[in-house]
């Protein structure tokens, strides 16, 4: 299995500063986006404290002395909550929530300052996501494309109760209220999903600057049509020209065959 990937950011139309941050660890199979909040002080440190607490943790514990692929699975399967991978990811994003509380905490300019955050983890033959807020990750498999991750936005709690219907939802004025956030209390709940990896896999992981602008079906549309090293650019472009009211951060991976 060979990752190929591409990442960019971009500032929108309507914001002053990125809140986004990113991170591309393409050997090491590592791929996260975070969106901060808490203004132009809280929300970039937020995110970019995050991201390198998550990828120095994660070396910490995974990287650095990872014992070699286990054997083939026994007739009962462990659960991908409990694969080493996953055990890490969430203990790296707990650490990482624990920090910027007490950062925020020792600063009042910093107080109530927070973060999304969506990581993949690619292990053993099986993607990893660690999931926290509203930025989405997303796999692109023959010609359809699945949301892997939960929005933990007062919206999505309200379409999944059946209060609002997915028009409204779009056009509701409180999209970007979130009700998890790695930061903003010291602890926080990490959802951990995984999924088997197949040769021609895509991989998109996404701030809500483009999620909130280009729907699933979509974006299966202009993946099919497009070189994979174009889409990043092609979606922040689409994500601009419908208003870029937020920052749009997208990082793509592609699984290729070791020998292509």
């Known amino acids: ?10 500032v929108g139309r309507k914001r002053d ?6 991170i591309v660890r393409t050997s090491d199979g590592l791929f996260i986006v975070a969106d901060g909040m808490g203004g132009h002080l809280g929300g970039d440190r937020a995110s970019r404290m995050a991201v390198d607490l998550m ?7 995974l990287l650095a002395g990872e014992a070699p692929p ?14 080493p991978a996953a055990l890490a990811l969430r203990a790296a994003a707990r650490a990482a929530g624990a920090a910027i509380y007490e950062v925020a905490q020792s600063d009042e300019h910093l107080q109530g300052m927070g973060t999304t955050l969506t990581a993949l983890l690619f292990r053993h033959g099986r993607a990893h996501v660690a999931h ?4 989405r990750a997303y796999l692109f498999r023959d010609g359809r494309v699945e949301q892997l991750t939960e929005d933990h936005s007062w919206i999505a709690e309200q379409v ?4 609002l219907s997915e028009e409204e ?7 970007h209220i979130i009700t998890r956030s790695v930061g903003f209390e010291r602890d926080v709940q990490v959802d951990l999903s995984a999924v088997p990896v197949l040769m021609g896999d895509c991989y998109v992981v996404c701030s809500d600057g483009l999620s909130n602008f280009v729907e699933a079906d979509e974006l299966a549309r202009i993946m099919t049509g497009a070189f994979y090293s174009r889409v990043p650019e092609m979606l922040v472009d689409l994500a601009n020209e419908r208003g870029g009211d937020d920052n749009i951060t997208v990082v ?8 292509g």
């Open 132 to 135: 926290v807020g509203d930025s």
């Open 169 to 175: 939802a779009r056009d509701s004025k409180f999209k």
């Open 17 to 22: 500063h990125n809140e986004d941050s990113y």
């Open 160 to 163: 999944r109760a059946g209060l």
């Open 70 to 83: 286990p054997p083939p699975a026994p007739p009962v399967a462990q659960v991908p909550e409990e694969a």
């Open 252 to 259: 793509l991976v592609y699984v290729a065959n070791d020998a």
């Open 55 to 61: 990828v120095e943790e994660i070396e910490r514990t």
């Open 1 to 10: 299995m060979k990752l190929i990937s591409w990442g960019l950011s971009d």
